[in-house]
């Protein structure tokens, strides 16, 4: 059983055009059983995308279109392929009630939820770490080194994954090693494997699953999947679910990364698995 689940779709800002009936088609070609759509959550209401073209996210007035879409296309292609709601949803320090409520709101809707790390707080100054190797290069000045935006990274990673959720827990925790992205220009001088340990361990005893990312495989400074192979392999260790996400941005995205996973029978959610019993 082949399944994806972390795409993204029109509604995604910096995204691309192609339909979510592209999607579909890309995955049943490759032989997926079944996907999710991801789509970037509305950020909170008095946060300020950082990224200069403020395209982070998806309009909090286009969720009503985003999940009539999806309920269509589930029609469309129920005989087909299983198809699921979700969205990726942003951790973002100093947020986290706007988060939660955020998440009551949308529950009734939602399948699949992805929580990730993509900003981070510095001085009172919130950052996109994976938004380009320049802002990157930014962040190392103003932290004070690459180690230490990867500590922060790791931190917040690691506060998201223990955050008491009260109206809806996000089961998948996004790209966990996603401050790797531009390794090859900033490499860390740690491993930070403490760091990961302690976040794996949480993730096990909370029973939430983790997101095996190809996208970091078709980053030219990246090169390797979220996260490394060795914090796969101590996932595996504590039995912690691994969904394949292809975190496409594109149709052809789909599958993107899927050779270089380790551990390709165990990739397929327990989502789905439930359902197609």
Request: net charge negative.
């Amino acid at each position: 059983m082949r399944f994806d689940g972390h795409i993204h779709s029109p509604f995604c800002p910096h995204g691309s055009p192609d339909a979510l009936a592209d999607y579909a088609e890309r995955a049943i070609q490759l032989g997926f059983n079944g996907i999710t759509f991801t789509e970037h959550a509305p950020l909170p209401a008095g946060f300020t995308d950082p990224v200069p073209a403020a395209d982070s996210a998806m309009a909090y007035a286009d969720l009503p279109r985003y999940f009539q879409a999806i309920k269509d296309l589930k029609k469309e292609y129920q005989n087909h392929i299983q198809i699921f709601t979700g969205l990726e949803v942003d951790f973002i320090e100093g947020f986290e009630e706007e988060t939660d409520h955020f998440l009551g709101e949308v529950k009734g809707e939602l399948d699949d939820a992805i929580l990730s790390v993509h900003f981070l707080k510095h001085n009172n100054v919130y950052w996109c770490m994976d938004y380009s190797e320049d802002m990157f290069e930014e962040m190392t000045k103003s932290f004070g080194s690459t180690d230490h935006v990867y500590a922060s990274y790791y931190r917040t990673v690691k506060a998201s994954v223990s955050y008491p959720f009260r109206s809806l827990q996000p089961k998948r925790i996004g790209h966990i090693t996603l401050a790797r992205k531009f390794k090859k220009l900033y490499p860390s001088a740690g491993s930070f494997k403490e760091e990961i340990y302690g976040i794996l361990d949480i993730i096990q005893e909370r029973g939430l699953e983790l997101d095996y990312n190809g996208a970091g495989t078709v980053k030219p400074l990246c090169g390797e999947p979220y996260p490394s192979d060795w914090v796969v392999r101590e996932a595996v260790k504590r039995k912690i679910p691994l969904v394949y996400g292809s975190d496409a941005h594109t149709s052809a995205g789909i599958n993107q990364g899927y050779d270089q996973l380790l551990f390709q029978e165990k990739l397929a959610s327990p989502l789905f698995l439930n359902r197609t019993k």
